[in-house]
């Protein structure tokens, strides 16, 4: 399963070109789960080819309608969501979201969540089985070049972050996982546990490629008019530029206790961001909230990605990460 | 290839109003590209305000709803057309994110997002459009009304009765001699002059609220039309214009709100209840919806 992914940038004098288990990903840049759809919403503002990855919203085995409203509440630097996952269920998102998919240039990452070890496992079959029925061809791209396993979102009564806290169950579904795909395989971890780096080194352990650090930190704001939570839930994820700090933390922590690479996610909103997370340790970076404020954001983020390298004179991306001292 | 015509951009458009028309309400205008095709009544727009406000750190854009839409682009009544539209709205300053687009001056750029969501679908010849706005959600019914109001729509759409609700008649907007003498805002006082207002207190026109106000007008109207109510307005207000077009067996459009993040149906984030058991989406679903679709009651809680 090597799919090498071309995107539509000119081929420069840098190796912008990262490595996720057998997938070569053009540039680092990707848009992060929950914040692209599964790519059309976008299609209108963003030229989505250009980028390194997109990363769709999470499949669940069932279609679920997600949390109650209000859903969103604006924090300093930052947004608290409470979806609960929403999406078409893996059904619909094979009949509807995938043929499009599978024309996008860039690296396609389907997130899956689920609430039990077997629900994961069993959206991941069905997409591998669809994928062997269908077949591809030659040249022809399958709209699935890995999984990002959510095992990190807050924002669910099962499954979600209650699996991303407990290291041997992070072995055993990624085991299980490992076990019914060739594709690459990206745990995406949540930074509400003791330590982010055992749970990473449990994924490492269960046959992970990459791990993605970091989903939403816990944060809950309270309408003092109200004298209620301003979200339904009450409790959220917390994103945006206010985490960003916690996610360089954690990405410096997790790429200094395991060999797989780290895609580093949380809060980048500007290219120092991403180069942040890039010294700290990341292979590749995420793009989420920015892109509410301004879906230009991954552009802006991959030029001065390669501003930056022209200016310290590094050639290759991946060697980002060894100039910090 | 073929051609491609954009359905919505971000683009940095020259403001040219944003101008107080009532108490902490604005009068906000600007420029058009002139190749993207013009709104629609009851569309938005996504502004990204400078964020300044020590503290607040805002991040997200703020949907605007399109009160009105002027192709000929007149910036006020003494200059000629600059041949440029111009696309009108109005807001309320009311967070830090609108306390932020306030400030900001004609003649500098501003990031805008346009044009998103869906729109009031028109009346049918056999329907009167009655079309109600409570406070701040005048916007959409003022641009809806301009659009029936256009010379060149058959005469059937002319028939309609605009019927706005405000808590009191200080907040009646466009009055105070602050306000612009743009086109926009001259065609605005005029649909107010022709409005049924109501005020919660009696300080001006009928006194209640403006679905009182049409089981008034509903047992005098005349017309041998059947009635298409079109709302926007408080979450309240929907809920019981709702009400009453169920029991009047009427058609409802409302036009609804709710805090929105990506405004392009990304996110699932800005969702209402539904009365079959799931949710819509204000941005990519709406924000215009049948009223029978939305769970308004549930939305209250």
Known sequence: MNEQVHSDIPSIDLDLSVRIGELIMPNPVGVASGCFGYGEEYDELVHIDALGALYTKAVTLEPRQGNPAPRLVETPMGLINSIGLANPGVERFLQEKLPLLRRRRCAVIINVAGSTEDEYAAVLERIEGHLSAIGTQQEERSGVDGYEINVSCPNVHRGGMSFGIDPVLIERLTRSLRGRTARPLILKLSPNVTDIADIARAAEAGGADAISCVNTVVGMVIDTEKLRPAIARGSGGLSGPAIRPIGVAATYKVSRAVQIPVIGVGGIARADDAIQYLLAGAQAIQIGTAIFTNPRTPHEVLDGIVGWMRRHAVKCVRDIGLMLQ | ?301
Request: charged share 15%.
């Open chain 2, 1 to 301: 290839m073929p051609l491609q015509v954009d359905l919505m951009r971000q683009f940095n458009a020259p403001v040219l109003i944003n101008k107080a028309i009532a108490p902490n309400w604005m009068h906000f205008a600007f420029e058009w590209p002139s190749d993207l095709p013009a709104p629609h009544a009851g569309q938005f727009f996504t502004v990204l305000p400078a964020m300044v406000e020590f503290g607040a750190g805002t991040i997200l854009r703020r949907p605007l709803a399109f009160a009105g839409f002027d192709p000929t682009g007149q910036e006020d009544s003494a200059s000629a057309s600059t041949g440029k539209a111009i696309a009108h709205s109005i807001y309320q300053v009311r967070g830090p994110g609108t306390r932020a687009l306030a400030q900001q001056v004609p003649g500098s750029l501003i990031d805008v997002i346009a044009p998103l969501g869906n729109s009031f679908p028109w009346p049918l010849p056999k329907e009167k459009a009655i079309i109600v706005g409570g406070g701040i959600g005048i916007g959409p019914v003022l641009f809806m009304a301009a659009s029936l109001s256009q010379e060149n729509l058959p005469a059937f759409v002319h028939e309609f009765q605009l019927v706005l609700g405000f808590r009191n008649a200080s907040l009646i907007p466009l009055r105070a001699e602050s306000a612009d003498d743009s086109p926009m805002t001259l065609l605005w006082n005029q649909l107010l002059a022709k409005a049924f207002l109501a005020t919660d207190d009696g300080s001006e026109g009928f006194r209640g609220t403006v679905v009182e106000a049409l089981s008034l007008l509903k047992s005098s109207d005349g017309s041998s039309k059947d009635w298409h109510l079109y709302g926007c307005g408080p979450r309240p207000m929907l809920a019981s214009l709702t009400t009453f077009a169920k029991t009047q067996q009427i058609a409802a459009h409302c036009s609804a709100e709710q805090w929105m993040a990506c405004g392009v149906g990304a996110c699932h984030g800005c969702v209402l209840p539904t009365t079959s058991g799931g949710f819509l989406r204000v941005c990519a679903d709406g924000p215009v919806f049948d009223a029978n679709q939305i769970d308004w009651e549930a939305s209250l809680q």
